[in-house]
């Protein structure tokens, strides 16, 4: 007996998946049913973690849709449609793009200022990014136990400029625990993504969450203070505090997708406050007389590094660094 029915993405493994009936957690595996696109998106992943699917499989006389076995896959053979989603260029003078996660409720951007260092434009294009793809994000700081005392200004500063920007703030170290009570009642109960540049700790924060994870963690590299790859796949995990967090690989470059220059501005939270007040419009906050941006910048309302961001962002050169 054939029977259909609609599942959660919680593994992308290439060509095969796992699926979870959500919130109830009970994976078991999956195959793509030819070919499966999403109008409008021309991704190199037709299927990403969080998507909604439809699903048939086979059953002998008395199973149940329950009774799924991990030798038996089931066949995906449609996507349903997303609510939100983070895409990016998928590499370096590419013009194909990747889907990291869907249906998203909270991003966690994770960054850490040191070890590796962070990248304020990189940062600044996964923000930017959650903006236009309607994902609400929050930045968490993590490895705060290192900059308390040889980087306090720095941490100051950098909670300045975003905080101003609007983007809620979470500091917090998996190695202290500093900050973890805050980040689960942030998440819990939701779908979250995980995602930021590689060994900045987002594998160490999850199992930090739920030390009955089991992530495998990889020290920073010394010769180059860069994070290594340890998480390959994309793949979702169920927290025991009731929280689904999808872990993502590191990322080293983010391209933006689709999103034309003169729409750029309106998505920088504390630029569009002022824009409305410019003399012309169209502006480009560039270099036009009456720019209510450029006098709120000169003014320190925005920050020079933001807007820096933001000119990069205009002249975008296809390395996306």
């Avoid at 991704?43 to 699917?53: E, K, S, Y």
């Avoid at 997303?82 to 260029?89: A, D, E, G, S, V």
């Avoid at 194909?96 to 962070?118: C, E, G, K, R, T």
């Avoid at 007040?277 to 920050?303: M, N, Q, R, W």
Wanted: charged share 25%; glycine share 6%; proline share 4%.
């Amino acid at each position: 007996m054939l029977v259909s029915a609609e599942a959660s993405v919680v593994k992308n493994a290439g060509s095969h998946f796992y699926l979870s009936p959500l919130p109830k957690w009970q994976a078991f595996p999956a195959v793509l049913r030819g070919r499966i696109r999403l109008k409008g998106i021309d991704a190199t992943n037709p299927i990403a973690v969080g998507d909604r699917v439809r699903y048939e499989v086979e059953l002998s006389e008395g199973e149940d849709i329950s009774d799924i076995s991990l030798d038996r896959p089931a066949q995906i053979i449609e996507i349903l449609s997303r609510k939100n989603y983070l895409i990016r260029r998928s590499s370096n003078l590419s013009k194909q793009s990747h889907i990291i996660a869907a249906n998203i409720d909270m991003v966690y951007v994770v960054v850490s200022l040191y070890f590796p260092q962070l990248k304020l434009p990189f940062l600044d294009r996964i923000l930017l990014t959650c903006q236009v793809y309607d994902l609400p994000v929050t930045i968490v700081l993590n490895k705060i136990d290192l900059y308390k005392e040889q980087a306090k200004d720095y941490v100051e500063d950098f909670k300045k400029i975003y905080s101003s920007a609007s983007y809620p703030i979470i500091e917090c170290s998996a190695h202290t625990g500093e900050g973890l009570d805050l980040l689960r009642e942030s998440s819990r109960s939701k779908l979250c993504l995980f995602t930021g540049e590689s060994g900045v700790g987002k594998s160490s924060l999850i199992k930090a969450l739920d030390p009955s994870q089991e992530l495998k963690i990889a020290k920073i590299s010394k010769s180059h203070l860069r994070g290594k790859h340890t998480t390959s796949l994309y793949e979702m995990y169920r927290l025991d505090y009731g929280a689904y967090i999808v872990d993502s690989p590191g990322i080293r470059a983010f391209g933006l997708v689709d999103i034309a220059k003169e729409e750029i501005a309106l998505h920088f939270p504390e630029m569009f406050k002022y824009a409305k007040d410019c003399k012309f419009s169209p502006c480009t906050h560039t270099h036009e007389p009456g720019c209510a941006v450029k006098e709120a910048l000169d003014e320190g309302k925005i920050s020079a590094e933001r807007y820096n961001s933001y000119l990069g962002m205009l002249e975008e050169d296809g390395k996306f660094r």
